[in-house]
DNA sequence: CGAGTGACCGCAA
DNA sequence: ATTGCGGCCACTC
C-alpha cells in the first residue's frame, strides 16, 4: 500500500485542491487541516504561488471569505472566475464561505 | 546546507 | 467594526 507518509506536504495539497467540487470553495486552513498540518495555512498560500497552477486555487479563498489578493489579475480576475464557476462574490470580493464551505 | 519568505490565521487595542 | 503584530511550517534561492 502507498504511505501517504511519504508524500510530500505538497503533493496532499495537490490532490485536495483537485478535489474541490465546482461550486464550493475552501480555505486555506482548511486544505492545511486536511494535510494533518491546521497552521500550515501560509504553506498552502505558498504551494499555490510556486506549485502548479492548473489546479482551480480560485476555489481557495481565505476564511473570512476574502478573495486572494495574489491571484494572477487580483480580487478582481479571482472574483471573475469565481462568478464563472457560479460561485456570487460581493462586492466587496468576498464569498458566503459559510454556505459554500466544502466539507469532505 | 542555512536563512529568508509567504495567495495565512488568531488575537489584542 | 478596523488596524496592527506575532507565530507558525514547508518551500525556494
Known amino acids: ?10 503533493d496532499r495539497v495537490y490532490k485536495i485542491v ?7 470553495v475552501v480555505t486555506y486552513g482548511q486544505v492545511a487541516a486536511l494535510c494533518g498540518r491546521p497552521r500550515a495555512a501560509r504553506i498552502v498560500g505558498g504551494i499555490a504561488h510556486w506549485g502548479d497552477h492548473s489546479l482551480p486555487w480560485q476555489r481557495v479563498v481565505h476564511k473570512d471569505g476574502s478573495l ?6 487580483g480580487v478582481e480576475g479571482h472574483k471573475q472566475v469565481l462568478e464563472a464557476e457560479g ?18
Do not use: H, T
Open 87 to 104: 460561485i456570487r462574490v460581493s462586492k466587496d470580493y468576498k464569498v458566503d464561505i459559510e454556505r459554500l464551505k466544502w466539507n469532505p
Open 18 to 24: 483537485a478535489q474541490i467540487p465546482r461550486g464550493r
Open 68 to 73: 486572494a489578493a495574489g491571484y494572477p489579475g
Open 1 to 10: 500500500m502507498v504511505r501517504l507518509i511519504a508524500m510530500q506536504f505538497r
